[in-house]
């Protein structure tokens, strides 16, 4: 009896450690949590290993190993129930409140790491909307409410539009190091001048306490054009305990005629990979292509076809039709230049437009001004760049009344005489007279103001779609075939196939990566867009052991979270051998008797 008795507890206690019961030394059941997991671009640095992300993982599922659960030895109580949320600039909802450790462990397994600055803002409004029908309908107090947990580096914008309780939140705060070093702004532009010429200017930030020394590197389409040694300085203190980066500028200059991908890197190893580069988009030149509508200026049109343009067609109002120069994928005219003349609808274009300015779009002719001569101009703006407008005079002009954000580039003595604006993606360029009634054809600076003209507003027609991106921005091309398919590829995406709508445009909003992403239509080149970090809150990946929300000061946990249950199956496993021993002593003896 006594050998059977030994043996059923030895299954017994096998059964048992099978089972994996656990012993929580969270007091108290039924707890609700929020796991709140930073994903932004600096939970990337890898001064914790493997990066401060996984270390961010690593001990919110210690956390969830921690609580309550539906184990065997869980002593009294309710489960507690978690959520897990990850947040960059935007939350993500990874799982509702649950007590399934494995659908949470799952969820937070699935939180993917992203370039984008961090937001914790809508994180919070996330959880209090998930919380509270459940807490209204159970009738819980304050003091039910869910308790917010935060894994992060404390690289936070937006902690001041943040109100939390003072016991409502625990921070754990991700990471170690300082010292980083950044590409924080970055452009590439063809020269106005000289269209085969290209100026790339770049800023280097040094976030260390010492100097760096390293090299920055310039690329166009994966071939090195050029290397620049440059010496950053150590940060600085600033107000406070505030420190400013060391900062330098870094510029190139070279020709190249042809389209490309412009990349400036530094090669300096630090903690943070994503903001080391950045990059941009290189148009190639282009000459231009104009669209005249006028009644019969043949002064207006020798003008233009002194430009330089690679097609000027003259059109009369009376055979024009404002579809011609619809939006579509390639437009027929960059620029379209009108001579008093207004049609009664204007499609989305570039236009310089002499004489009465259209009437939708936010100027009001007051009434015709006599002899207007200028008294003011902006000669360093590139419309007007070596434009002498001293002896300009107008027998007849519109005194226009422009809306604030008009941009005067010259002005009559009782009213503006050129001046620039933006509406609805189109650009128009106004001169508000009639040159016939001017005696601007016959000095020189005529020719120059048509020449400057088509080419800004050319330039404008290179920026319409705009292909320079920040993380989470998302890629837009408009123009194309309605149900015209296109593949997305970049930086942790491949193959994505999308289709455009009924009006011609494609959205696709998964640029989480810093990186460069190309858009195929069918077998048109692809079209490009760089997407960069450029951040300097991100860059700066110094911890904060603090944290500010509206007042309230927060201090980071001390020590690493680890497991606080305790697995009872290796207590179980030594059970069942000492039982299989006290069986075999057992016997022993009774075979001796």
């Known amino acids: 009896v006594l050998l059977l008795l030994l043996q059923l507890l030895a299954i017994i206690a096998m059964l048992l450690a099978l089972a994996g019961p656990l012993i929580s030394r969270i007091s108290g059941g039924g707890g609700r949590y929020v796991l709140l997991i930073d994903r932004s671009a600096s939970m990337g640095a890898t001064d914790v290993s493997p990066t401060r992300l996984d270390e961010a993982r690593k001990q919110a599922k210690a956390f969830v190993e921690s609580v309550q659960d539906k184990s065997l030895f869980r002593f009294g109580g309710d489960p507690n129930q978690i959520m897990v949320i990850a947040f960059d600039k935007r939350s993500k909802l990874m799982c509702n409140f649950t007590s399934d450790k494995r659908q949470i462990l799952a969820a937070i397994d699935a939180i993917s790491p992203g370039d984008g600055d961090s937001a914790l803002s809508e994180a919070i409004v996330v959880a209090q909307a998930f919380a509270t029908p459940e807490q209204l309908a159970n009738n819980r107090s304050s003091s039910d409410l869910a308790k917010l947990i935060l894994f992060s580096d404390g690289r936070i914008d937006d902690l001041d539009q943040i109100i939390v309780g003072s016991d409502e939140l625990d921070f754990h705060c991700i990471g170690e190091s300082a010292g980083n070093v950044a590409i924080t702004a970055m452009q590439a532009r063809r020269t106005y001048e000289r269209p085969d010429e290209v100026e790339i200017f770049a800023s280097a930030a040094n976030y260390g306490d010492e100097p760096v020394t390293c090299d920055v590197q310039l690329s166009i389409s994966g071939n090195v054009h050029a290397v620049k040694s440059v010496t950053i300085p150590a940060r600085l203190q600033g107000e406070g305990d505030s420190k400013r980066p060391g900062r330098i500028s870094v510029d190139f200059s070279l020709s190249h005629p042809d389209a490309g991908v412009v990349e400036v890197r530094h090669l300096h190893s630090d903690p943070l990979s994503s903001d080391d580069a950045a ?315």
């Open 279 to 593: 990059w941009a988009i290189l148009s190639p030149p282009k000459r231009l292509s104009v669209l005249l509508v006028t009644e019969s200026n043949t002064v207006l049109e020798s003008a233009l076809r002194a430009c330089s343009l690679a097609d000027l067609k003259v059109a009369s109002p009376i055979g024009f039709d404002p579809n011609d120069i619809a939006p579509v994928a390639e437009q027929p005219y960059d620029v379209v230049v009108l001579d008093d003349y207004v049609p009664p609808k204007l499609p989305r274009s570039r236009y310089l437009i002499f004489g009465r300015p259209p009437e939708d779009i936010g100027i009001t002719v007051s009434e015709q001004l006599k002899n207007q001569v200028v008294v003011d101009w902006r000669p360093k703006h590139a419309v007007l760049m070596h434009v002498n407008l001293m002896n300009l005079f107008a027998a007849e002009s519109y005194k226009m009344d422009l809306p604030r954000d008009a941009e005067v580039l010259a002005e009559f003595g009782e009213s503006p005489a050129i001046a620039l604006l933006r509406r609805s993606g189109s650009v128009f360029l106004l001169a508000g007279f009639d040159v016939l009634q001017s005696n601007w054809p016959f000095e020189p600076s005529f020719v120059l103001f048509c020449y400057n003209a088509a080419n800004f507003l050319g330039m404008q027609a290179a920026q319409s779609e705009r292909t320079s991106l920040e993380v989470g921005q998302p890629v837009v091309v408009e123009g194309l075939e309605a149900e015209t398919p296109v593949t997305i590829d970049g930086p942790g995406v491949s193959g994505v196939q999308i289709t455009s709508g009924s009006g011609g445009a494609v959205r696709f909003p998964g640029t989480d990566r810093a990186g460069v992403y190309s858009l195929t239509v069918a077998d048109q080149e692809p079209r490009f867009f760089a997407v960069n970090v450029l951040d300097p809150q991100e860059s700066d990946i110094e911890p904060r052991r603090e944290i500010e929300l509206s007042g309230q000061v927060v201090k980071a946990q001390q020590g690493t979270l680890s497991r606080a249950s305790l697995p009872l199956w290796p207590v179980l496993v030594i059970v069942v051998l000492l039982l299989a021993c006290l069986e075999w002593v057992v016997y022993s003896l009774k075979m001796k008797l």
